[in-house]
Every structure is written in structure tokens, then in C-alpha cells.
Nanobody, 123 residues
Framework: QVQLVESGGGLVRPGGSLRLSCKAS????????MGWYRQAPGKQRELVAL?????????EYADSVKGRFTISRDNAMHTMTLQMNNLKPEDTGVYYC???????????????WGQGTQVTVSS
């Protein structure tokens, strides 16, 4: 059994900051990619930021958040954070943590998701 749990969402004014956290737990052998996705009302879920353990540890960001958001992770603790600065109203949405996990039974899936945390940017 593997679980992802997010925390850190909330209401913030434009220009403010929030820090999201994701903790993976369970029968984990190794986590490759970990990422943050968001879904705004009436829109499809989109990638916000991604961190790969393989491929040289590359990180990727949506163009809309480059220079404002920073993804980081602690591989030993199976945690990931998203530091969000200079938030804009268009950043509003439910943010989901996703992970590509190799379990201790050597099965692998990239379909592990957290329950989501609401981020609202409004004055």
C-alpha cells in the first residue's frame, strides 16, 4: 500500500507565497519522478512542476510558473515541496501530488496521486 498526502494549501492574496508539501509512505523501494499538478474549475489537470530522480535529476516547470515556483525533494524521506512565490489569481486550483514509485515487491506505477489541496489566490 502506498499513500501520498499533501498539505500546505490555503487562501493567499496576489503576490503572496505558499509552500506545499507531499509525503509518500508505504512499501516504497524508490521514487523516480515526483510532480505537482493542478486543476482549476472547469479546466483539465495540468502539470505545474516535475522532478526526476533519473535523467540527471532534471526539473521541469510549466511556462506560467517559471521563475515563481520551485520544486524540491528529499529522496530519503520520500517528501517533495513546492515553494510558490508571487502568486497570481490564475494559480488558483486544486494541487495534486503525483509520483512514479517502485514498490518493495518490484512493481512500478506512475499512477499514485494525493487527495489534493486547495490553493486560492484572491484579494
Amino acid at each position: 500500500q502506498v499513500q501520498l498526502v499533501e498539505s500546505g494549501g490555503g487562501l493567499v492574496r496576489p503576490g503572496g507565497s505558499l509552500r506545499l508539501s507531499c509525503k509518500a509512505s508505504g512499501s516504497i523501494l524508490m521514487i523516480d519522478a515526483m510532480g505537482w499538478y493542478r486543476q482549476a474549475p472547469g479546466k483539465q489537470r495540468e502539470l505545474v512542476a516535475l522532478s526526476r530522480r533519473s535523467r540527471g535529476g532534471r526539473t521541469e516547470y510549466a511556462d506560467s510558473v517559471k521563475g515563481r515556483f520551485t520544486i524540491s525533494r528529499d529522496n530519503a524521506m520520500h517528501t517533495m515541496t513546492l515553494q510558490m512565490n508571487n502568486l497570481k489569481p490564475e494559480d488558483t486550483g486544486v494541487y495534486y501530488c503525483n509520483a512514479d514509485i517502485l514498490r518493495q515487491d518490484y512493481t512500478r506505477s506512475n499512477d499514485y496521486w494525493g487527495q489534493g489541496t486547495q490553493v486560492t489566490v484572491s484579494s
